[in-house]
Nanobody, 124 residues
Framework: QVQLVQSGGGVVPAGGALRLFCAGSGRTFSSYGMGWFRQAPGKEREFVAAISGRGANRSYADSVKGRFTVSRDNAKSTVYLQMYSLKPEDTGVYYC?????????????????WGQGTQVTVSS
């Protein structure tokens, strides 16, 4: 099992930017894809972005393409989500997660370990 500790997030006006951090421990970090998901109030958790073990492949939800960038630093066992041009509909609790394989998967059931979540609020 991998422990994932998240940081970053907060309140930002529409059009602003935020960077989320997710630090992992307990396993060879580069052996696993990492993903970001979010859950808005009253909605189900949804896929946001993912990156493969060594960072060669990335996946994004259509709603964030061109605005969000997922990256990782395996030497620091950390994955990042850089968010630009934030919109009120980006508001929610953001979770990082470890994929069961090395790929940049988009399905939640493929993820085995989850961070504690961090709140992102975009004001209009």
């Amino acid at each position: 099992q991998v422990q994932l500790v998240q940081s970053g997030g907060g309140v930002v006006p529409a059009g602003g930017a935020l960077r989320l951090f997710c630090a992992g421990s307990g396993r060879t970090f580069s052996s696993y894809g990492m993903g970001w998901f979010r859950q808005a109030p009253g909605k189900e958790r949804e896929f946001v972005a993912a990156i493969s073990g060594r960072g060669a492949n990335r996946s994004y939800a259509d709603s964030v393409k061109g605005r969000f960038t997922v990256s990782r630093d395996n030497a620091k066992s950390t994955v990042y989500l850089q968010m630009y041009s934030l919109k009120p509909e980006d508001t929610g609790v953001y979770y990082c997660a470890r994929h069961r394989a090395v790929v940049a998967g988009t399905a939640q059931y493929e993820y085995e370990d989850w961070g504690q979540g961090t709140q992102v609020t975009v004001s209009s």
